[in-house]
């Protein structure tokens, strides 16, 4: 099992790889392509997502064009998550590209006022990622406990770069593995019989 210092120095190294990506204009369109071929496979009503940050793919042009789509009669819906306080599951609020913001905790920009939702699959960003779902974070747990609080258990799609893709991470009891790792190149789908 990886120390806690192991996991951080290894965050570090794959933030320094993701920062520093070569061309990643290509890459993101790749990797858009591929996450809007995974959200008309798998229908979802409500998808939750998270608004970029340290060099994260940026899926709002991806959402925004899966909203447009809907049909007459078949509503969809978006929300970003909002931190309430630490140590705790996040909770979805909605979101439409015409949303104002406001400064959330970290610094991160969350909805003003928006109603809560309930996403039905969540787009989570990895730092790194391994074919079998496993997913390094930042090491706030956030995702982990959310997963733990949601019934059901929403879809999860896990959202990387091949490059931060590792061989192996060690599970800790509280980690849930992902459903899917979308990347630019492929969908690495969790093996079946595997556990989450």
Not at 43 to 57: D, M, N
Not at 172 to 189: K, Q
Request: charged letters at 20%.
């Amino acid at each position: 099992m990886e120390s806690a210092t192991g996991k951080a120095r290894q965050r570090k190294a794959l933030l320094d790889v993701r920062a520093s990506l070569e061309g990643r204009s290509e890459r993101d369109v790749a990797l858009a392509a591929r996450l809007s071929d995974e959200l008309a496979r798998r229908a979802p009503r409500c998808v939750g997502f998270y608004w970029p940050i340290q060099s994260e793919f940026d899926a709002r042009e991806v959402v925004s064009a899966w909203l447009a789509q809907a049909a007459p009669g078949a509503p969809r819906l978006a929300a970003l998550p909002v931190v309430t306080a630490p140590a705790t599951p996040l909770v979805f609020h909605r979101w439409t590209p015409a949303t104002v913001m406001k400064e959330g905790r970290y610094r991160i920009p969350v909805p003003a006022g928006t109603e809560v939702l309930v996403p039905d699959l969540l787009l989570v960003p990895c730092v790194g990622f391994t074919r079998e779902g496993l997913r390094l974070g930042y090491g706030g747990g956030f995702y982990d406990r959310t997963l733990h609080a949601m019934t059901p258990t929403p879809q999860t799609l896990g959202i990387a770069y091949d490059a931060l893709e590792i061989d192996h991470l060690s599970a800790e009891a509280h980690d849930l593995a992902l459903d899917a790792i979308v990347t630019e190149s492929a969908t690495f789908a969790r093996p079946p019989g595997t556990q989450r």
